[in-house]
């Protein structure tokens, strides 16, 4: 069955810097486009940032621009996100979700058990 | 980007219950429309997409409908593990933009 699990959740130091990691299994990775989404605490959801399946496309939302890199690598099966200069404002639980297109638009349709970021001094 | 919002922002409601939620886009997203199901301490799930398609092996109670601006996401009966908050979420363009959410509690 599809797992995502990821880690690298900590607490950190605002401009500090901290890298996420998922690992993927039970399905061909290389085929799938993956996003990050974050959760504030107690608030909604906010998509991150997403890569297409060979890693040539990547896209961010506009607030973690120039602070924070996602990347891949399909051969370990796994997906990072780097994040730099981190703001109180990036406190979340950090999510690693799988990216489906559909004829009309994309979805999340299986996502990791979430990674906590504390940014706070 | 584009807004979504959704009503009510609470509900209270008792096992068996019929629920209606609503999610209104600021644009036209024709049916690049997304619902999610998240139960506390846990990932969201994957409900509906393309605003009316089940996604496989989501119980047949949930149903969605809608298209352009103006969505809904109906639960025929609610049952114990369907307490929980529901977000919407637009496909269309990034941002890619979710719902603030529906938290639905029992009555």
Known sequence: QVQLVESGGDLVKPGGSLRLSCAASGFTFSDHYMAWVRQAPGKGLEWVSYITNSGSGIYYTDSVKGRFTVSRDNAKNSLYLQMNSLRAEDTAIYYCARRIYYASGSNFDYWGQGALVTVSS | ?107
């Open chain 2, 1 to 107: 980007d584009i807004q979504m919002t959704q009503s009510p922002s609470s509900l209270s409601a008792s096992v068996g219950d019929r629920v209606t939620i609503t999610c209104r886009a600021s644009q036209s997203i024709s049916s690049s429309l997304n619902w999610y199901r998240q139960k506390p301490g846990k990932a969201p799930h994957l409900l509906i997409y393309a605003a009316s398609i089940l996604q496989s092996g989501v119980p047949s109670r949930f149903s969605g409908s809608g298209s352009g601006t103006d969505f809904t996401l109906t639960i025929s009966s609610l049952q114990p593990e369907d307490f929980a908050t529901y977000y919407c979420q637009e496909s269309y363009l990034a941002p890619y933009t979710f719902g603030q959410g529906t938290k639905l509690e029992i009555k």
